[in-house]
Every structure is written in structure tokens, then in C-alpha cells.
């Protein structure tokens, strides 16, 4: 199974692309940013991630993505642009006729780190050691779409997944 777990943004999206097969550790594809100009005008950011989402798409054919869930936090305008964000990730992956699951950032930290309450720094060091990788994901937005891709495929194996949304019967995928 490949997993492209994004942590939506609208200045920067971090994004990890994670392989699992049975009897074998997740693996990492690759990770980054797809990163806008913030002062680029709203509908221009949005096309850049969603033109960048479709690109990981495109080259990885993961089998479902896996995005962190809507974070309620003390500024309503940020909210609404992060919904804008999220709005294009899920457009893209439903053009490219995949399921989406949602995990809220509390449930991501701890599948990967043990509790929901962890530090950006944390995330990291557990996706590095989870992943055997050298160093952490780099920058902390990268690390963290990881982290949601192995928060899906923990989730997978004990049966627990997410909300999930397959993709309507009556919508006809974009064959890949």
C-alpha cells in the first residue's frame, strides 16, 4: 500500500509518500514541501497546491491519501483559508478517484509518537527512528505529512482507520 499523507497549508503544504507491505517496515518514498508566495493572490496558491498534489499523484499512484483533519483554532480567517487548502487537496485526490481519510492532529501525534499532545520536534524524531531514516524529515511541515501517512498505515493494520470517504459510484475517476 502507498500512502501520500498531506498537512494542508496555504503558504506551505507538507506532504510524505510512505510504502507498506506485509512483513516489511514502512518505507519512505519521498517527502517536501509544495510551498506558494503569500502574497499571491488566493485562487493562484490554491492552484499551485492542487497542481502540486496531482503531481504526487501522478508519480506515485498511492493507493488512498490521507489528510489531517480540520484544526479549530483561535483565528477564524486562517480557518477559512486552511478549509480552501484542504478543499483543493480533496478535489484532487477525488479527480484521481482515491479515498481520502481524515485524522484529526491530536490522533496523527499519537500513533506516531505515543501521545496527542506532542511538539513538532517529537513528530520528527519518531518519524526518523519509525522510518530509520539519518535525520528527520526536513523542514517540520514535511515530518508532519509523514507522520499522517504512518498514522494511516498504523491505523490500517489494527483496523481502526479513520473516516474515510470512497469516492460516489455515480463520479467517474480520471484513469491513471
Given amino acids: 500500500m502507498i500512502v501520500l499523507g498531506i498537512d494542508p497549508g496555504t503558504a506551505v503544504t507538507g506532504y ?16 517536501g ?3 506558494t508566495l503569500a502574497n499571491a493572490p488566493l485562487p493562484h496558491r490554491l492552484r499551485n497546491i492542487f497542481e502540486g498534489v496531482g503531481a504526487l499523484l501522478e508519480r506515485h499512484k498511492p493507493d488512498v491519501v490521507a489528510v489531517e483533519g480540520v484544526f479549530f483554532g483561535r483565528n477564524a480567517r486562517s480557518a ?5 487548502a484542504r478543499g483543493v487537496i480533496l478535489l484532487a485526490a477525488s479527480i484521481h478517484g482515491l479515498d481520502v481519510a481524515e485524522y484529526p492532529p491530536a490522533e496523527v501525534k ?3 509518537v505515543g501521545t496527542g499532545r506532542a511538539t513538532k520536534e ?6 526518523q527512528k519509525l522510518l530509520r531514516l539519518r535525520e528527520p524529515p526536513k523542514p517540520a511541515d514535511a515530518a508532519d505529512g509523514v507522520a499522517i501517512a504512518l ?9 481502526r482507520g479513520s473516516s474515510s470517504f ?3 459510484a455515480a463520479v467517474a475517476p480520471v484513469t491513471r
Fill in 122 to 127: 517529537q513528530v520528527g524524531f519518531m518519524t
Fill in 151 to 159: 498514522c494511516h498505515c498504523f491505523r490500517s493494520r489494527s483496523g
Fill in 166 to 168: 470512497p469516492l460516489p
Fill in 110 to 112: 499519537n500513533a506516531v
Fill in 33 to 35: 514541501v509544495i510551498r
Fill in 80 to 84: 477559512m483559508v486552511l478549509g480552501h
Fill in 16 to 31: 510524505g509518500v510512505v510504502q507498506e507491505e506485509r512483513g516489511a517496515p514502512p518505507r519512505l518514498l519521498e517527502c
